[in-house]
């Protein structure tokens, strides 16, 4: 399905609204409706399991949004959480300057993929895409300049030359992609970090920060944590909570929100073993979004050419969006920038005594951070599809099908009665549901012909339907359709839970990789 068609029915379907709809919406921040809320606790359960359940060295927290405002001086964001923003003077509106560039890195990329896929389909089976790739003169160019421009780039993103993100822009002649025009005022630094003023301190001193990320929550608390949970180097610390950030350039949905949700885990190990344990951690993150059905084709890893000014080395788990690849997940190397900053301006010691090597230490941290609802829209995205399926009369129709798997599902079972105006199937159907809504969450509806709740499940990703029909009445069993492969199974009442545990079960997923 297209972006257009996820987003509409994302609404439809009561899984995402724009927020204050009522008053024409307020720009990039979303609810999360009935099925969405399933969906994204369901994908909150999958991590948190993932990390804090199957790894003995890694405890949670839930740290405040709000923090002392030093932590904010401590960790950079004051003064370095900044985006270069350029306005456009004819059509008053407002972009990155790095993004408008990236867009045009971007553009080349898409032009050399061209040529490759035309290049694959004209030689066919004997295609030899790293030769092509390698020799063609038109996807050398391509790459080339691709590569210069991502090195120009980051070149002046790491100096923070603002003239040269200007004279990128105007050198490729980037025109506005509302107006055409490239009429652009300068590139100025504009900080992301919302503020709010505290009720009793006036000025200054009273302002206080919505948090931009989670992970100084777990700096700040390094030592508390370490000493109530007795955890030794190397362990971990895991949080799932809300980050804000003042994007300036708020599209494409809950990809970039103002308000949203990360999932991080900060991982302490000794200084000089960071590397190994980024790769791990590299290792273990795609295993991860593997093993909930994302297609390999559907990841890649991108290096950042831009470093933060707190990592020795960052990569991003791209996923491929319906508007191309882009950052799903960060896996960070910070060094002791933190802990030492904390350290430094705090005046407090924030080290650890390593038994081993008998002395004590700032501990490196590898972090691993994925905001959650860009894993929910990866989800939505790479599930929802449109197929042609046979109709119980035998002919042929189209389904929209959410192919998620089942133990993220938001629904897991659907019991409907064959027909509704029977009160001996509506009464058997209710006793099933009323006894299965103890064993996961089910959904019960009698309303329309069968064949449209079948649908209205299969839009909403329910892996099963169980039908309640006449023979029902004297055999005590049930039909069991599968969502994906629609095949019908005849199963005794007594034995629904066997069929269905296996495959809806958290403990299986987090058993598989
Ligand atoms: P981007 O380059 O897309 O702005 P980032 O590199 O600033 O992202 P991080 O600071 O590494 O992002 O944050 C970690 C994760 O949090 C990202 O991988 C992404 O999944 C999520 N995230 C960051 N900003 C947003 C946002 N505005 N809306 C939704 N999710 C976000």
Redesign the pocket.
């Known amino acids: 399905m297209d972006f257009k068609q996820i987003v509409s029915h994302a609404k439809e379907y009561g899984f995402i609204y724009q927020s204050s709809e009522i008053y024409d919406t307020l720009a990039a921040v979303y609810d999360y409706g009935p099925n969405g809320v399933e969906l994204k606790n369901n994908i909150k359960e999958y991590w948190w399991r993932s990390m804090v359940q199957r790894h003995e060295n890694i405890v949670g927290i839930d740290a405040a949004i709000f923090m002392h405002p030093k932590t904010w001086k401590a960790s950079g964001h004051v003064d370095a959480f900044n985006d270069p923003l350029i306005d456009n003077k004819d059509s008053k509106k407002r972009y990155r300057a790095d993004v408008l560039i990236e867009e045009q890195i971007d553009k080349l990329e898409a032009k050399a993929e061209k040529e490759i896929n035309k290049a694959a389909k004209r030689f066919g089976e004997q295609f030899d895409r790293e030769q092509f790739v390698t020799t063609n003169d038109r996807v050398l160019r391509y790459h080339g300049e691709k590569e210069a421009l991502a090195r120009r780039l980051a070149e002046a993103m790491k100096k923070n030359n603002l003239e040269g993100l200007k004279q990128i822009i105007e050198d490729l002649q980037i025109a506005c992609p509302e107006s055409g025009s490239r009429n652009w005022t300068d590139v100025r630094q504009f900080n992301l970090m919302f503020s709010t003023q505290l009720g009793n301190i006036a000025g200054e001193e009273g302002k206080l920060y919505l948090r931009p990320?989670t992970a100084q929550g777990i700096f700040v608390n390094f030592l508390n944590v370490q000493k109530t949970s007795r955890q030794k180097i190397p362990f971990g610390i895991a949080q799932i909570g809300k980050a804000f950030?003042n994007?300036i350039v708020a599209r494409q949905f809950?990809?970039?929100?103002?308000e949203?949700e990360?999932m991080e885990m900060q991982f302490f190990v000794r200084p000089g073993e960071e590397m190994e344990w980024y790769e791990y951690w590299k290792d273990l993150r795609i295993k991860w979004h593997r093993a909930i059905g994302t297609p390999q084709e559907k990841l890649r890893f991108h290096n950042h050419d831009n470093l933060a000014h707190y990592a020795n080395a960052a990569v991003?788990i791209q996923f491929e969006f319906p508007f191309g690849f882009?950052?799903?997940?960060?896996i960070h190397s910070r060094t002791d920038f933190d802990l030492a900053s904390h350290q430094e301006l705090s005046g407090k010691k924030l080290q650890f005594f390593d038994p081993e090597l008998e002395k004590s230490y700032v501990p490196y941290v590898v972090e691993t951070?994925?905001?959650c609802?860009?894993m929910f829209l990866a989800m939505l995205s790479q599930s929802l599809q449109e197929e042609t399926v046979p109709d119980a009369d035998g002919k042929e129709s189209t389904r929209i099908v959410m192919k998620i798997h089942p133990a993220i599902a938001p629904i897991k079972c659907a019991i409907l009665p064959l027909v509704k105006n029977k009160p001996e199937l509506t009464e058997k159907a209710k006793a099933i549901f009323n006894d299965l809504k103890f064993f996961t969450q089910c959904q019960y509806d009698e309303k329309d012909a069968i064949g449209r709740r079948y649908r209205r499940q299969d839009a909403i990703g329910t892996p099963f339907c169980i039908t309640v029909d006449f023979e029902s009445l004297d055999d005590e069993s049930v039909t069991i359709r599968d969502r994906d492969s629609l095949k019908q199974d005849r199963v005794h009442v007594s034995k629904i839970q066997d069929v269905l545990r296996d495959k809806i079960n958290m403990e299986s997923l987090l058993r598989s990789f």
């Open positions: 990320e950030r994007e809950i990809f970039r929100m103002r949203f990360q991003d882009k950052e799903l997940e960060g951070s994925i905001g609802d860009r």
